[in-house]
């Protein structure tokens, strides 16, 4: 079983940037995509972006011409680039096989100030 593992969250100005990463122990390739997702305090998980195995992308309209969702099959990482944030993208941010099975892990936290 591949795990995944989320980190690059933190607490940052609106119309600020941050680089999320999902690191793969084992080999990412299993996945046919992956996705971020997030969950805000209150709010049920969203889907926010996936990427396909060959690399091809989908974005919520939130996310849409701010984020940017990408891949490194040798590192086994996937990434999420987050521009512009604004105070309503604070959240806990998962990656995850997509679709999601049930299975999350721990997530990282994404805090945006006004």
């Known amino acids: 079983q591949v795990q995944l593992v989320e980190s690059g969250g933190g607490l940052v100005q609106a119309g600020g940037s941050l680089r999320l990463t999902c690191a793969a122990y084992?080999?990412?390739?299993?996945?046919?995509?992956i996705a971020w997702y997030r969950q805000a305090p209150g709010k049920q998980r969203e889907l926010v972006a996936t990427?396909?195995?060959?690399?091809?992308?989908t974005y919520a309209d939130s996310a849409k011409d701010r984020f940017t969702i990408s891949r490194d099959n040798i590192q086994n990482t996937v990434y999420l680039q987050m521009n512009s944030l604004r105070p309503e993208d604070t959240a806990v941010y998962y990656c995850?096989?997509?679709?999601?099975?049930?299975?999350w892990g721990q997530g990282t936290q994404v805090s945006i100030s006004s």
């Open positions: 995850s096989e997509y679709p999601n099975l049930g299975s």
């Open positions: 084992g080999n990412i390739n299993i996945f046919v995509a």
């Open positions: 990427i396909t195995r060959g690399g091809s992308t």
